[in-house]
């Protein structure tokens, strides 16, 4: 049900770097709608991560940074940390029949 | 610093009416151009948005879900609600509450800065 592709999951060591996209269409990111992500760890509600496509909150750590282009979006964490294994996902608004707000599959972050 | 808490009946019968409210703390639900909102997460799957409501009572809803949705707004307790009718075991899910903010230059309809911290609803009988 998803309008936005994640892929399932991704996994780095400590340290490393790697990224999650997000895949998306001509009625949501790739009409030029913002892109936002979000971590949310195991039995906790969702955290803003990145708003506005590569914008962080207070508190959020550099490491995190987000970028779009075309229908596509990227999350990208540097010096992977244990405290990062979590699930992400992007969200974005939508204008055609899939709703306002659309959320990407969600991604598994493993820290090996 | 905004908080939010769900609360409501944690068991429904099949096709009777989910109930749940979500109460809004550390700030005025009027204040500000602010969406409040709704969204769903199955048990291992991901997130669904139901509905948002703006403090005038303006509400926009998920099309999948809008035949039974009805969210409404209480200013004087703070308080914003959900209504889904005809529940199955599909509607099994964690809900949130989440308000929604759109800053000056954003395209599209914001983004969620504040969630409460969810409530497990189960369908069963």
């Known amino acids: 049900q998803s309008v936005l592709t994640q892929p399932p999951s991704v996994s780095g060591a400590p340290g490393q770097r790697v990224t999650i996209s997000c895949t998306g269409s001509s009625s949501n990111i790739g009409a030029g709608y913002d892109v936002h992500w979000y971590q949310q760890l195991p039995g906790t509600a969702p955290k803003l991560l990145i708003y506005?496509?590569?914008n962080r909150p207070s508190g959020v750590p550099d490491r995190f940074s987000g970028s779009k282009s075309g229908t596509s979006a990227s999350l990208a964490i540097t010096g992977l940390q244990a405290e990062d294994e979590a699930d992400y996902y992007c969200?974005?608004?939508?204008?055609?029949?899939?709703?306002?707000?659309?959320f990407g599959t969600g991604t598994k972050v493993t820290v090996l | 610093q905004v908080q939010l808490q769900e609360s409501g009946p944690g068991l429904v019968k099949p096709s009777q009416t989910l109930s749940l409210t979500c109460t809004v703390s550390g700030g005025s639900i009027s204040s500000g151009s602010y969406y409040w909102s709704w969204i769903r997460q199955p048990a291992g799957k991901g997130l669904e948005w139901i509905g948002r409501?703006?403090?005038?009572?303006?509400?926009n809803y998920n099309p999948s879900l809008k035949s039974r949705v009805t969210i409404s707004v209480d200013t004087s307790k703070n308080q914003f609600s959900l209504k889904l009718s005809s529940v199955t075991a599909a509607d099994t899910a964690v809900y949130y509450c989440?308000?929604?903010?759109?800053?000056?230059?954003?395209?599209?309809?914001?983004?969620?800065?504040?969630w409460g911290q969810g409530t497990l609803v189960t369908v069963s009988s």
């Open positions: 409501i703006y403090t005038s009572g303006s509400t």
């Open positions: 989440a308000r929604v903010f759109s800053r000056v230059g954003a395209t599209g309809g914001g983004h969620f800065d504040y």
């Open positions: 969200q974005s608004y939508d204008s055609s029949l899939s709703g306002l707000y659309v």
């Open positions: 506005g496509n590569s």
